[in-house]
């Protein structure tokens, strides 16, 4: 294992800047407390305006959604070397990609079948490359404005550079080895990176058994806020221990959720049930 300097680090997140958690992209201070908080967004620069004027923002409360038969969400995670970053906002692993990937967007016409090294899934017959996933605490989303400790967001775009997050609401419960692998690699300093190719981490084993969902359209939760994102909340919480949260917690350093948004006129729905066992591959 091979944790970077700050300098390094600071390197590979401009390289990345368009990659990283949902919606950093500009190097403007932003974060979740005072003027420089959520309620601020909106006014620290023009490009930031839709967090304060967007009518399709996010999070929200999931309360009252229509269930209706939605399109199965099919998952193709691979295992991945642990690549994670503390970039000050959040603690987030980075996906590599392989060299038939060669962009975080699919070609037309490319199936799962051509990206054997790389997690993608298929959401509305669309082909979704598996770009980053990080965690929030609390939950950014709700559910009859009910917060669980930690929410997880997997990060997707196709081919025309549009996003789906894919969420895990985490609660407190059992031991889980999978997020424990992952506090084990979480770099403790902002700036730092943790780079450690003699371990793997597989994203599927971060989801619930059951993948039924709720959906909406909405935005990134930090800024720019940029909306035409495709929200799939899973139903299901996963559970970690209280030891877990409380560690978690400790190395991220503060709280890092943004308050629900006004749904406006949007609809939310909900998969009704269905079989999920062959949904993994």
Not at 86 to 91: A, D, V, Y
Not at 136 to 146: F, G, L, N, Y
Request: proline share 6%.
């Amino acid at each position: 294992m091979r944790v970077f300097s700050l300098l390094l680090a600071a390197s590979a997140l401009t390289i990345s800047a368009n990659h990283l958690y949902a919606g950093e992209s500009a190097p403007v201070s932003w974060g979740y407390e005072g003027e420089h908080g959520p309620s601020q967004w909106g006014h620290l620069q023009p490009e930031f305006a839709l967090c304060d004027k967007g009518m399709a923002q996010s999070p929200i409360d999931l309360l009252g959604a229509h269930k209706l038969d939605l399109a199965k969400i099919e998952f193709s995670y691979k295992d991945s070397p642990f690549h994670v970053i503390n970039n000050g906002h959040t603690l987030e692993e980075l996906e590599p990609l392989s060299e038939t990937a060669q962009s975080r967007y699919p070609q037309h016409g490319q199936t799962a079948t051509h990206f054997n090294k790389d997690s993608t899934i298929v959401f509305d017959d669309d082909l979704y490359l598996l770009e980053q996933f990080h965690f929030h605490a609390p939950s950014e989303h709700t559910v009859d404005q009910r917060h669980y400790p930690i929410e997880l967001h997997l990060v997707h775009h196709n081919e025309r550079h549009e996003a789906a997050v894919v969420a895990v609401f985490i609660k407190e419960g059992q031991h889980n080895q999978h997020f424990e692998s992952f506090l084990d690699h979480a770099p403790k300093n902002v700036g730092e990176v943790v780079d450690d190719h003699k371990h793997v981490i597989n994203p599927k084993d971060l989801l619930p058994k059951n993948l039924n969902y709720y959906r909406y359209f909405g935005s990134y939760t930090t800024p720019p806020c940029h909306e035409g994102v495709i929200w799939a909340i899973m139903r299901d919480p996963i559970e970690v221990s209280a030891e877990q949260i409380g560690r978690f917690r400790t190395i991220l350093g503060h709280e890092n959720a943004r308050p629900t948004q006004p749904v406006h006129k949007r609809f939310v729905l909900e998969t009704s049930y269905f079989n999920t066992a062959a949904q993994l591959k």
